[in-house]
């Protein structure tokens, strides 16, 4: 029983990193293309909500919810807090606060 267990574990971790990695290569198509089709990013943003929470999926959670904000600040935040509201977790939220902080900083100059 507990072998079971233990592959069954490891297909999943497995699965996981696939997942991670497809993703990762889909955000970097978009940013490469510069693509700001809020469909697409959400879409993005969604799928990352859906995996197991690991410190690789806040990462690229909080990547594209950075880039996200670049064109729609609203959204991003909205996405920033359905993070927080999902794993009790304000990280993406204050990463959103400090990007637009430094743009404050920068437009002064």
Do not use: P, W
Not at 22 to 49: G, K, Q
């Amino acid at each position: 029983m507990n072998e079971k267990i233990i592959i069954a574990a490891r297909e999943l971790i497995e699965g996981q990193k696939n997942c991670l990695n497809y993703l990762e290569e889909s955000f970097e198509y978009i940013r490469y293309r510069n693509i700001t089709r809020v469909s697409e990013i959400e879409y993005l943003l969604d799928s990352i909500l859906s995996m197991f929470q690991t410190n690789e999926t806040l990462d690229l959670y909080i990547r594209v919810c950075s880039y996200y904000h670049a064109f729609d600040k609203e959204g991003a935040m909205e996405y920033a807090q359905f993070y927080l509201d999902m794993y009790n977790d304000d990280r993406v939220i204050r990463k959103i606060i400090e990007i637009e902080k430094e743009i404050k900083v920068y437009a002064k100059k």
